[in-house]
């Protein structure tokens, strides 16, 4: 097999910690494949050309960083505004927190153009190349016009909302016509295909050519899922290590005589935050024996803090988790301890074992590895209890969770108390049972099946064909 040439806006030194779902998994899989890494650097030059960036290249272990600088005016329009502001709020099934009045769809153009401009010399000719997210979806298209005959499949982390919202978004038709530029298209979730399926068919007229096959503007398409996971051995080494190890002893020692609850996330609208605070309230009041006892250690990593909803969404929890403090707390406990940072990923593992419950409740997620990590780092003999959101990717894979229905504030109340109460015997069924899930589901079988569906792919189109 060739070189494997991974794309994706967000890079991360593979030999360093990174908070967010993409750079972890991309970092895992890169540190075992190697390859090349290309994607924004992180930097904004203020006074920069739209258009135009530089590249620098350099070597991290066996992976080769290809990193773009952006001007402030392609990343305010590109990442900030189309992205960030039209893309992940309507992927997300958030249409009124999407701002289609921006006009920023240039700029997110111009960046994908730009990403292929400084892209395609690198490339060598039996490259697979690998793009990622809803940043980088007409990229293929762009390197197609180039001339690129390479291999090239893509992989959406997030989910692909039902076609009357995913119509909403102004320019749709062509955000879907240059998925056709790929070999193979990839989603999280069964759901996120049948609702590509949906639309290509209804809105494009695609005809299904084979299982996951659809042929339209001149191009056929392979779309399948290839729900992501973790590196299940990597994360439990990780939790034998001295960092886990301590945070484990500290957490359970300062936390005597609580059950600890936890919820990581970066603390985005999608994860359902207030909704999990308000369904705590619920549980102490609901439940009045968790008083002085049930703690919720919510840790949320600062994420997109210039883009306006996350503001709002910052706010509101600062005011929700002081105001359960007000209410509830006593001078020797308080309900919630909100910490607004990303936490060591050293230290992740032994926090996660020294939680009863671990709260997952996003009001929509394309997978969630948090509901992953929290399994991987539980004692077997005397496990945790997941609490999962069925509208998270992961719902699919984890039927062994308690589920609940996050904007039924009461009803995920009543399942932590279940969780809470839950019997050692049946907690150890299923964490077993999830346990085996994720070894068998983990980040290698992602990468591999979907290396291995893209080198099965049909041939991929001539540059002729696709103008
Ligand atoms: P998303 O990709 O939307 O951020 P995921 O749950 O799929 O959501 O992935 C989040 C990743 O980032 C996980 O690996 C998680 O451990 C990490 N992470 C999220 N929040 C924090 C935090 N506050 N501190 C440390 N790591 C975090
Ligand atoms: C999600 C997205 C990724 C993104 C990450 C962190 O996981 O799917 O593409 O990298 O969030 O967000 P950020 O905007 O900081 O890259």
Redesign the pocket.
Known sequence: MGRLVVVSNRLADPRKAA????A?ALGETLKRTGGLWFGWSGKIVEDGTPGEGELHVHQAGSVTLAELDLSKEDHDSYYRGYANGVLWPVFHYRLDLANFESGHLGGYRRVNQLFARKLYPLLKPDDIIWIHDYHLIPLAAELRAMGCENRIGFFL?IPLPPPPILAAIPSHEWLIRAMFAYDLVGFQSHLDVQHFAHYVKAEATAESVGANQFRAFNSTVQAEAFPIGIDVADFQRLGRAREARETYETTVKEYSRRRLLIG???L?YSKGLPQRIRAFRELLLAYPENRHSATLLQ???PSREDVDAYNDIQHELESLCGSINGDFGDFDWMPIRYIH???A?KR?PGLYRACAVALVTPLR?G????AK?FVAAQDEEDPGVLVLSRFAGAAEQMPQALMVNPYDTHGTAQVIQQALQMSLGERRERHAALLEGIRKYDVHWWCREFLRTLGEAKQPPSATEQN
Do not use: C, F, P, Q
């Open positions: 908070a967010g779902g993409l972890v982390h990581v996330d970066r985005d840790v949320a990593s940072r990303t936490v990923r992740l997620d997978m969630n590895l948090v990590e």
